[in-house]
């Protein structure tokens, strides 16, 4: 809402404001002409020019004479961020208690600065008639201004960009501003020459368009500098951020950071490289660019209270270059950017910044999980650059083959899997310590981790036969030693063509010609502690997992792994004989049962349990062939899921089951063991 209008107060013309300005003392004449700038309609951009220029006039002479003592007799003196506490000692001590001149210093500073702003703004918004750069033989597309005889003329190339590498000759008409953040440019104008240049934008700038901008000129000139320019970086408005970054880089430098986190998360690197709007690094490995040196009265706006307002922010080093494009990359996880973070990556590593490689490697490895490893909506949703690296090893393993098929998973163990185990064992030798069993470890934790149908295709490309640099897992007792774990570790009960699948793709060892009660007495010991290790201690044990028994079978030598494969072969047969009369158990049952009486019989009455009411004698009869199966074999320690039953005790039970059923026993021969 607008303030009213006093009408009863009498509306001064410009001439006599300047009439009046002409009769102030100098201190005053400048106060007025701020106040006017500052304060007052200044959207007139030819009577803006003329306050400056009078309050300029008015007081360069006791400027001249400020400075000549400030800069102690050097006229060529070059201000920068390290000049500041000397400037206002100096400053205290030149004007002393003579608050007139302070305040003159001051207003002059404040107008210096407004028409280095009314330049910037006649860029932006160049006028066709009314100014007086429009009355030159001058324009925007030109880029360069008609300057007054006998001054420079300064050309915007590139604001905040490395240099083009061509020498620029300071006392030559023309000076190219290609990098604003290198050390030894220069933009200022000499100390001893109180006009301030107007930099305009290079040929370069002919091609690209400048968009309007929605600042009036006196929101312009009345704005902190930074503000504007953090309007400009978060409506991505770049030529015009490239243009006000270039025409006030000293005073935006030690912002750079915070504008440029100020761009909309969308930007691309790319779209910055263009205007050359980001950082770069030297051979040295520091960021290119400092403060640069520019005129004394730069300093002074921001010095009313002799405190300062600028942020000392030095070029960065190396560490800090990384950090700030980490944190660049980390702040755009909240958008799902993931390609964008990746080609902030890329970019910074073209720009020669260190330390970025494990970020990269990352970023590389989490698009794959999101792009190739066919997760769900819910999935997608979850994984982020933060989450990847708060997640362990063996989840983001198990994150790759969340979604694996039998026909997939051991094309995507190779392709996703490998290559993230590849790098975590690189990273290993890069910080000094080598893990020389990592990708072997973790491949065969993702295995144990496998359900048995999804486990089957691994051991398929795993056996012996297949040439071993074709092999998923090369080495044969492994792959007996995993095999063995899932299969007892599992809880399946209705898969043993998908067990049995696991067991043909086994290794087949010779130990024949060993000694025969040595081996008797290894298959023994075997058993024992395996069914040991497998049975649960209390009602509350949870059964050993599949992971629990591979630590358990790692250490077993090659002769009690071989008769572990024996067991495991006979526990097999017995499971399938056992799904086929509707009685099955968990293979790990018929471990812990191996040696137990009690629990043998109990199963066997089960079994025939389960067939009440079987009316076909003959079904009967393959019932007994196969319990006497369950029972017998040459090797007393070697035998099946009854063999610890005596034959007497299995066929009272089977004819008990016989009668109960209600079928007549008319057998057509003996029951028998065979």
């Not at 009046?20 to 100098?26: A, F, N, V, Y």
């Not at 951020?241 to 880089?249: A, D, E, M, N, R």
Request: one cysteine or more; aromatic letters at 8%; charged letters at 25%.
């Amino acid at each position: 809402m607008n303030d009213p209008v006093d009408e009863t107060k009498p509306i001064i013309s410009h001439e006599e404001q300047l009439a009046r300005i002409e009769r102030l003392p100098d201190s005053d004449a400048l106060a007025e002409c701020v106040d006017i700038v500052y304060a007052g309609d200044t959207n007139d951009r030819v009577w803006a020019r003329t306050v400056i220029d009078t309050g300029l006039q008015r007081g360069k002479a006791q400027a001249t004479e400020f400075e000549r003592k400030i800069c102690g007799g050097d006229g060529d003196r070059e201000w920068n961020e390290s000049s500041e506490e000397e400037i206002k000692k100096a400053l205290d001590k030149i004007v002393g208690m003579d608050e007139d001149l302070r305040k003159l210093v001051i207003n002059y500073g404040l107008l210096y600065q407004a028409i280095g702003r009314l330049d910037t703004y006649d860029v932006f918004c160049p006028e066709e008639t009314g100014s007086p750069q429009a009355s030159q033989p001058t324009s925007v597309e030109m880029g360069v201004l008609n300057a007054p005889e006998g001054e420079d003329i300064m050309e915007l190339d590139d604001p905040w960009a490395e240099g083009n590498g061509e020498d620029v000759d300071e006392t030559t008409a023309s000076t190219v501003i290609d990098d604003p953040w290198e050390t030894n440019s220069n933009i200022t104008a000499p100390a001893s020459d109180l006009e301030p240049k107007l930099a305009m934008p290079g040929p370069e700038t002919q091609s690209t368009k400048l968009e309007p901008i929605s600042l009036t000129l006196k929101d312009f000139l009345s704005q902190p500098i930074l503000d504007i320019a953090l309007q400009f970086a978060s409506s991505a408005n770049l030529f015009a951020l490239k243009l006000v970054s270039g025409f006030h880089y000293s005073e935006l430098f030690p912002f750079r950071f915070t504008i440029w986190n100020s761009l909309p998360a969308w930007v691309t690197p790319e779209d910055l490289k263009t205007h050359r709007l980001l950082p770069d690094v030297g051979d040295d490995g520091i960021e290119l660019g400092d403060f640069r040196s520019f005129h004394l009265f730069h300093w002074i706006p921001a010095l009313p209270t002799l405190k300062s307002t600028v942020p000392q922010n030095a070029v960065l080093d190396t560490d800090g270059l990384s950090k700030w494009f980490a944190s660049r990359v980390e702040s755009l996880d909240n958008v799902g950017a993931l390609d964008l973070q990746l080609a902030w990556v890329q970019h910074g590593a073209s720009l020669g910044i260190p330390n970025l490689d494990a970020l990269g490697e990352d970023l590389s490895l989490l698009s794959r999980l999101i792009y190739d490893a066919n997760l769900s909506p819910a999935q997608h949703e979850k994984w982020t650059l933060a989450t990847w690296k708060k997640a362990t090893e063996g989840e983001i393993v198990s994150a790759y083959l969340a979604n694996s098929t039998p026909s997939t998973i051991v094309g995507d163990i190779r392709r996703l899997v490998l290559p993230y185990l590849y790098v975590l064992e690189s990273r290993a030798e890069r910080a000094g310590k080598p893990d020389t069993h990592l990708v072997e470890r973790l491949l065969h934790e993702a295995v144990l981790s496998l359900p048995l149908h999804s486990a089957l295709p691994v051991f398929e490309a795993s056996k012996a036969t297949i040439p071993m640099s074709e092999r998923l897992l090369r080495n044969d007792q492994n792959v007996a030693r995993l095999a063995l774990a899932c299969l007892y570790g599992s809880d399946e009960r209705e898969v043993w063509s998908t067990m049995s699948g696991i067991f043909e793709c086994l290794p087949v060892w010779d130990v024949s010609g060993g000694d025969l009660e040595s081996d008797k007495e290894a298959t023994a010991t075997t058993l024992d502690s395996i069914a040991t290790f497998v049975r649960p201690h209390a009602s509350s044990d949870k059964p050993p997992s599949a992971k629990d028994l591979f630590i358990f079978f790692a250490p077993l030598p090659f002769a009690a792994l071989s008769r572990a494969l024996d067991i495991l072969d006979v526990h097999l047969e017995s499971g399938e004989i056992l799904a086929r009369w509707n009685t099955a158990v968990q293979l790990r049952f018929l471990l812990q049962s191996a040696r137990d009486k009690e629990e043998q019989a109990q199963l066997a009455e089960k079994m025939i349990r389960r067939q009440a009411g079987m009316k076909d004698l003959g079904k009967w009869t393959k019932l007994w062939e196969d319990m006497c199966r369950l029972n017998g074999g040459d090797d007393a320690l070697l035998r099946g899921a009854f063999g610890t039953l005596l034959l007497e005790d299995m066929m009272r039970a089977y004819l008990s089951g016989i009668l109960g059923s209600g079928s007549e026993p008319h057998l057509r021969q003996p029951l028998s063991s065979n």
